[in-house]
């Protein structure tokens, strides 16, 4: 008779992130915040990647991976790269 190990019958937990709390902690000589793995996991963030704190209109914060300064950034590179299409095409040969 081989063993389960445990945990591995029961039901996942879901993870809530209203119950979530996090505390600011020191780190070194820096302060920070220690996320847990269901978070990054939420976030699909792994150590050593960036994310950004992006202001909602109503004052709060979002977390995201996404950074909405290189977005607008790119999608200006896109309208300029569309209009002179044919300079860059010319620049290329």
């Known amino acids: 008779m081989t063993k389960t190990p445990r945990g591995l019958n029961e039901a996942p937990r879901e993870y ?3 119950d ?17 793995k269901e978070l990054l996991a939420r976030l699909n963030l792994k150590e050593g990647d960036k994310f950004y704190p992006v202001e909602q209109p109503d004052g709060s914060l979002r977390l995201s991976p ?28």
């Open 66 to 93: 996404y950074n909405p300064k290189h977005a607008r950034t790119m999608e200006i590179a896109r309208k300029v790269m569309h209009e002179y299409r044919d300079t860059f095409a010319a620049l290329a040969k």
């Open 16 to 18: 809530k992130l209203e």
């Open 20 to 36: 979530t709390a996090l505390q600011i902690r020191k780190i070194g000589n820096s302060v920070g915040v220690i996320l847990p």
